[in-house]
């Protein structure tokens, strides 16, 4: 099976107040106005993570995204007002800090260690 992208979703019970938590949380406006229901943003070429309004369903996604600075971006989104539990070890594979939006869906922010040699 070959893949081409990739688009993970969030599904939201208050739409509005979610837009904000994740703009603030990603330091921009989502890039993709979908439909009045519905947007995204772009991460790379092929990564794209979309917020919906589903009530039903709202609360129960995770999403986790690496970057490359783990301190740097939960800094950032500190001070925008967006605090998370604190960065944990994960066995040897890097750290993490975990984000928790307004409707309780888990948004997990990564740094994968690089291999030395």
Known sequence: MDFEMLFAGTPVADFDVSV??????LGRAADIPVTEDEVMWQFTDTSFLYVLRDPERAGRSVVTMSV????AAVAE???R??????IVRVG???RKALFTDPDGNQVAIIEVNQPTG
Do not use: H
Request: aromatic letters at 10%; hydrophobic letters at 45%.
């Open 68 to 71: 490359p600075d783990l301190d």
């Open 20 to 25: 904000d938590w994740y703009t603030a949380l």
């Open 92 to 94: 040897t594979a890097g």
């Open 77 to 79: 989104a500190a001070q």
């Open 81 to 86: 007002g967006i605090a998370g539990a604190p």
